[in-house]
């Protein structure tokens, strides 16, 4: 099986020839799909290919979002489990497929409870979620009956998720693109909401990187932004010599003034700073499905205000954003 087929197949942008660069995203698609042939996706594509196609009893209320139950799988169990195991390390969750709870790295349930109340009515809106990962929020999101939920994420892993959700729910509305922020230019004016959590430290022009947000957002389209930054009252950044956190991509941490400063000069107004805190270890640690190192190796062992490096500790903060009209 040719994964980048798959992945091609799904073309539900055509369903905008007005609106969309179709033969631009054609051309990107097609790019980006070579990454699912590469022999190294095999650990995900050839698990994941023996999977059978079956949609069972989705619950999508709670803070795990549940696809199926133990009963109503009609494959192999141990199938299922060497899929589910391939996708190590599982970032956010909590989630369940057919009664296999997978308990990730992050409590995505706990940044969800601060953001829901600040989302406008989804109700046959087109969304966002830059830096999808596995689509938790996504899926979060599905059961208010947007009329797309679009997740972006370059990394090839991540789309298998997606393959599992394709499988398992089946859901037109709900598609995934192996796309990065710099491909926001191919939506233009085009969203009502956006996600951007746990983006933008990562890129290396903040700047350039917010603006092509906002071109990608209808005027007065809703931008949700959750940061890792430092504490402090004045808007400064802090720029890592090097590492920060023991990973080499963040690039800079920003106060909260100085978020608030960025949006503003970036296509957006009526900011709000909705919530701050510091990162905790119930919300960010090491589990059974995520074994590598995480907050608890970050953090300096005898004062945890400081990363290893000996920089402030991260605190995350949250802003809502209205694109300017």
């Known amino acids: 099986m040719k994964w980048s087929e798959v992945y091609l197949s799904g073309r539900w942008y055509e369903s905008y020839p007005s609106q969309l660069k179709g033969d631009e995203i054609a051309r990107r ?68 497929y057919f009664g296999v709870d997978i308990d990730a790295e992050w409590r995505s349930n706990l940044k969800w409870d601060r953001v829901a109340p600040m989302l406008p009515d989804l109700k046959g809106k087109r969304v966002c979620d830059v830096g999808c990962n ?27 998720n ?21 491909d926001l230019d191919l939506f233009p004016r085009f969203f009502d909401v956006v996600f951007y959590m746990g983006i933008l430290y990562h890129r290396r022009s903040p700047i350039d990187s917010l603006s092509a947000v906002a071109g990608a957002m209808k005027p007065g389209g809703t931008l949700i932004v959750e940061c890792s930054g430092i504490p402090g009252e004045e808007p400064y950044c802090l720029i890592p010599e090097s590492r920060y956190l023991k990973a080499p991509g963040y690039w800079f941490l920003p106060t909260a003034p100085a978020l608030v400063n960025m949006l503003n000069r970036t ?42 490096e000996g920089y402030p500790a991260p605190v995350r903060l949250y802003v809502r954003a209205r694109r300017k009209g």
């Open 29 to 96: 698609r097609e790019k980006a799909a070579q990454a699912l042939d590469r022999e190294s996706s095999r650990v995900w594509g050839d698990p994941i290919g023996k999977l059978k196609d079956c949609r069972g009893t989705v619950d999508l209320s709670g803070d795990c979002p549940r696809i199926g139950t133990e009963e109503e799988y009609p494959g192999n169990r141990e199938e299922l489990m060497d899929a589910l195991r391939s996708l190590m390390p599982w970032r956010k969750g909590p989630l369940s």
């Open 134 to 160: 596995n689509g938790y929020y996504l899926l979060r999101m599905l059961r208010e009956e947007p009329e797309l939920l679009l997740g972006i994420d370059p990394v090839a892993r991540y789309w298998f």
């Open 267 to 308: 296509g957006f107004t009526d900011m709000e700073l909705f919530h701050t805190h510091k990162l905790e270890f119930n919300e960010q640690r090491q589990t059974d499905w995520a074994r590598f190192e995480s907050l608890e190796h970050f953090l300096d062992e005898s004062d945890d205000s400081l990363t290893v």
């Open 162 to 182: 997606h393959r599992l959700h394709q499988l398992f729910i089946g859901d037109d509305r709900f598609q995934m693109e192996l796309f990065g922020a710099e």
